[in-house]
């Protein structure tokens, strides 16, 4: 497995000594993590019937439900990192858990759509700072299994949406409403929040502290670095096209005439594909040290299986949607290693995170609002998938750049 980065001559530890939290902990935990970090969003495809006939909401604003939670993830992505690098990423993880609690909990008092979209935009705020620090906690607390702790996060994030799409309506009718199925995932986050609060003291203990010139830098986004941008831009595309299918797989196989519950069901297998691509294909990096081949399987399999929805949506579904579901899934786990791989110490790591997420979910909460969009001027999302297709062959043009060794600095 990869060997643990050399810690830089520049840093001290921090309360040297004590009991370290074990290390199959940690990878437990990151993976709990994950799974607040998406479930959000994943609970309301399944109930937008029910919501937007209870509000009265357009197509276009539909999408805005989870495009809004992806905008302020991405505008908060850098806020995570700069609060880390005043009071520290453990910390800072713990805090933006209680937010995303309070996110997910407000949506017990949606009944106007705005109280809906601010509840969307807490919990996108939340979700977008905790996601930033997660690449450096991973490469700082347990970097000899940096791939494996990688692809359970990114299995966590999956399979938060996936349990959470799964749940959505049979909870709704055990809890008398789309509202506390909703907030049953600020529960969880809450939850999250009070185990991670233990763990903190013992991580902070053994945190590495950079010297006044790395920590002036800790502040600053690496927006002048090549290897930055091409991470960025790779990870830009994964969101653009990966949250199309978020928000619009269910209603489209709907329209093409599939009962709601097998179109749900199809959703949920599209995150569970997500599982295996998330778990596995970051795991093998731990052995390998080039990751174009990898990244080449996911560009491949997202083209075609987008372009399988679009020409031959009903009798290849389950292809369709398999494909796609693993194209999405590993590549954007990949980017994370990616994170990991072109930086060598935590400060960095978050550096890079936040640029990239930033950037990444802007451009993602794009998707879904472009595929309402054309629904609503062309009366079908198969305009929009075809632009989802022309995207996804252009991440082909990107892999050169992904050569190993390189860095932002």
Request: glycine share 12%; charged share 10%.
């Amino acid at each position: 497995m990869t060997e643990a980065r050399a810690t830089p001559r520049s840093a001290r530890t921090d309360r040297p000594g004590g009991r370290r939290v074990p290390g199959w902990l940690l990878v437990v935990m990151v993976g709990v993590i994950g799974l607040n970090l998406r479930a959000a969003l994943g609970a309301v495809p399944p109930l937008l019937g029910p919501i937007s006939t209870e509000l009265g909401i357009p197509g276009s604003t539909q999408g805005l439900l989870t495009s809004l939670g992806v905008v302020f993830m991405g505008l908060c992505a850098p806020v995570g990192q700069r609060v880390a690098a005043r009071f520290g990423s453990e910390a800072t993880t713990a805090a933006f858990l209680g937010v995303l609690a309070v996110g997910g909990l407000l949506r017990l008092a949606a009944t106007t759509t705005t109280v809906l979209l601010l509840s969307a935009a807490v919990s996108g705020a939340a979700m977008g700072a905790i996601s930033a620090l997660v690449p450096g906690l991973i490469a700082h607390h347990i970097p000899r299994v940096k791939g494996l702790a990688t692809g359970i996060y990114s299995t966590g994030l999956a399979l938060g949406v996936a349990i959470a799409a799964w749940v959505a309506v049979p909870t709704a009718e055990l809890l008398h409403g789309w509202r506390p199925s909703l907030a049953l995932w600020g529960g969880v986050a809450l939850l999250t929040m009070l185990v991670w609060l233990v763990l903190v003291p013992r991580l902070r203990r053994h945190v590495i502290h950079p010297e006044p010139d790395e920590a002036a830098a800790s502040h600053r986004l690496p927006w002048r670095s090549p290897t930055a941008w091409w991470v960025t831009t790779f990870s830009a595309v994964q969101m653009i096209v990966g949250f199309s299918g978020l928000a619009w797989i269910t209603p489209y196989y709907a329209a093409l005439g599939m009962p709601v519950a097998d179109a749900a069901r199809l959703f949920a297998f599209f995150q569970i594909i997500q599982l295996a691509a998330m778990l596995t294909l970051p795991t093998i990096t731990d052995f390998t040290r080039d990751r174009r081949p990898l990244l080449a399987v996911t560009v491949v399999a997202t083209a075609a299986g987008v372009l399988t929805m679009v020409v031959a949506p009903m009798p290849l579904a389950l292809l369709a949607i398999g494909l796609f579901g693993f194209g999405v899934g590993g590549g954007s786990a990949l980017v994370l290693v990616l994170v990991s791989d072109y930086t060598s110490t935590q400060q960095q790591a978050a550096r890079l995170g936040a640029m990239t997420l930033m950037v990444a979910f802007l451009a993602g909460a794009l998707g879904p609002v472009v595929l309402g969009w054309l629904h609503d001027v062309t009366g079908s999302l198969v305009a929009g998938y075809a632009v989802m297709v022309a995207l996804s062959v252009g991440l082909a043009f990107t892999l050169p750049a992904f050569r190993p060794g390189r860095t932002i600095d």
